[in-house]
């Protein structure tokens, strides 16, 4: 099969690049009370960054891309509503599903990343034809989540560099398979949980499929939710899901503080507007979209391409 290969030579850098790039000057005013040791490491960091990069956007020129509306049926402007009384059934029944296939089993990271990313990868050649191999090195640490509290990863589109930033439990697999979907060159957030769900849930790996059927079952939740945390609560026990999974859910939506609740709010709203810019939807398409995607790809009705 062909294969497109890309470098990521700047994830295998013991530190991201893009951190020393803005963190050098500072540090080096706060140690050494001088910024020019700093911008001498920033200014190297650059090039190296900067390198990287262009090989790797070089090497995805090769990349022969998945178009959605052609074999799904939807896309990010091309999607049914999903009704709320089908959206409130799926929960049940997906709360159905992830009771009976639980399992506790953890997969180290490293480990995870690799098989998570063969899955992917694998997925992706079915429907172009053509092997898209990148790096599985993840970080654990990035300033991005500094920038973005409410984020559970980040992957930056130039380099590859991806950080995971807290332990996701029972979604983590999921949560690398999103991050090595843009590190694949799917961009946009909604393809990127489209192809994370549809690879790990038909992947035969119990680790793997639970992982997306409760990704799918959060993202149910947050929409009928409606940002409203008591409610949130209320549908994890309206759904029945076993204790285990229910504090699995409820660790991803932790109170909000008298000063984390603003500055979360603010960074969102930023997020969400740079996501308008580049074509998307919004924050929303991480789970309105999301799930309403595959309600439109499962429904089997495609929506027209000249459909608004």
């Known amino acids: ?7 990521n030579d700047a994830t295998y850098s013991p530190i991201a ?5 803005v963190a050098a000057p500072l540090l080096s005013r706060v140690l050494l009370g001088a910024t020019l040791p700093g911008r001498v490491v920033q200014a190297a960091a650059l090039g190296v960054y900067a390198a990287s990069a262009l090989q790797d956007w070089v090497a995805r020129q090769g990349v022969r891309k998945i178009d959605f509306l052609e074999v799904f049926g939807a ?3 091309h999607l049914r509503e999903m009704p709320r009384a089908g959206r409130e059934a799926e929960v049940r029944l997906l709360a ?6 639980y399992t506790a089993d953890r997969i180290p990271r490293e480990q995870l990343a690799e098989e998570v990313d063969r899955c992917l990868t694998d997925f992706i050649a079915s429907l172009t034809g053509q092997r898209v191999v990148t790096s599985t090195q993840l970080r654990s640490y990035g300033l991005a989540q500094v920038i973005f509290p409410f984020a559970l990863g980040a992957c930056d589109v130039l380099s590859g560099d991806i950080a995971i930033f807290k332990d996701t439990g029972v979604f983590e697999p999921h949560v690398i398979a999103h991050e090595l979907c843009h590190r694949k060159g799917y961009y946009k957030e909604l393809e990127a949980q489209v192809l994370a769900y549809l690879s790990l849930v038909g992947s035969g790996d119990p680790v793997l499929m639970q992982a997306a059927l409760c990704e799918r079952l959060h993202r149910d939740i947050r929409v009928l939710a409606d940002e409203d945390d008591d409610r949130f609560r209320h549908l994890i026990d309206w759904a029945g899901l076993r204790p285990e ?22 960074m969102r709203a930023l997020y969400d507007e740079r996501m308008r810019l580049t074509g998307q939807n919004g924050i929303s398409d991480y789970d309105l979209g999301f799930t309403n995607f595959l309600y ?5 009705r495609p929506v027209p391409a000249g459909a608004p």
């Open 75 to 77: 896309d990010v402007h």
């Open 245 to 266: 999974l229910a504090d699995e859910f409820l660790k991803l939506r932790p109170g909000r503080g008298p000063i984390s609740g603003p500055i979360s709010a603010a």
């Open 17 to 21: 690049l893009t951190d020393v790039i």
């Open 296 to 300: 439109t790809y499962e429904e089997g």
């Open 96 to 101: 159905e599903r992830v009771n009976d296939g």
């Open 1 to 7: 099969m062909e294969e497109a290969r890309i470098p």
